[in-house]
């Protein structure tokens, strides 16, 4: 069984602060961790360094999500990377497009999981070491920050209107359980 230090997770997304969350959250678990700002430029990381795994959201500029997944699919060196699917658009008009187009692929291509935004620090990791088959050792896990240290870390430094704009989508979360 492999070690988490020994396999590399490349996270695509266009939004800073989610791209560094997610890297943030799996290099805390012991992961070689690559980032990319969309689908060309892990294209580009891609060619030079394969990665175990990749998250990847499906709403980007210049080459979305599902267009990374096919390009992935048709080079047989990269076909059979896993793939995480993380998205916060799967309900909303903005994703739409994507998601239909994601759900005509993924009849024949299915990415291991599928994430709705915001993705738990917990959830994730389990998620890449069940697809990686990764066993957590004692030590490992007792190293491993809770959800709160890592969130806090993030809200850190995370910029003020970036903060606001997730304050407002709670609120707004909230109000509509109501």
């Known amino acids: 069984m492999a070690n988490a230090s020994e396999k590399t997770i490349l996270v695509v997304d266009d939004e800073p602060d989610v791209r560094n969350f997610l890297a ?4 805390d678990a012991g992961f070689n961790v690559e980032t ?12 030079v360094n394969t990665p175990d795994l990749m998250t990847i959201d499906l709403v980007m500029p210049r ?3 599902i267009q990374l ?9 990269w076909a059979n ?12 008009e903005l994703g739409i497009d994507d998601i239909e187009e994601f759900t005509a692929f993924a009849m024949h291509h299915r990415p291991r999981y599928t994430m709705d935004k915001p993705v738990t620090p917990a959830r994730l990791v389990k998620a890449i070491r ?20 890592v969130i806090k870390k ?6 003020p209107e970036t903060l606001k704009k997730i ?6 979360k909230n109000n509509n359980a109501i």
């Open 130 to 149: 069940e697809i990686l088959n990764i066993e957590i050792d004692e030590t490992e896990e007792k190293a491993q920050p809770s959800e709160q240290e």
């Open 154 to 159: 993030l809200i850190n430094g995370s910029d």
């Open 81 to 92: 990377i896993p793939v995480i699917v993380i998205t916060a658009h799967a309900h909303d």
């Open 167 to 172: 304050h407002d989508m709670l609120k707004k």
């Open 24 to 27: 943030a959250c799996i290099e």
């Open 69 to 77: 997944m096919r390009k992935l699919r048709k080079n047989d060196k």
């Open 36 to 47: 990319a700002v969309d689908g060309i430029d892990a294209l580009e990381k891609i060619e």
């Open 63 to 65: 080459l979305s999500g």
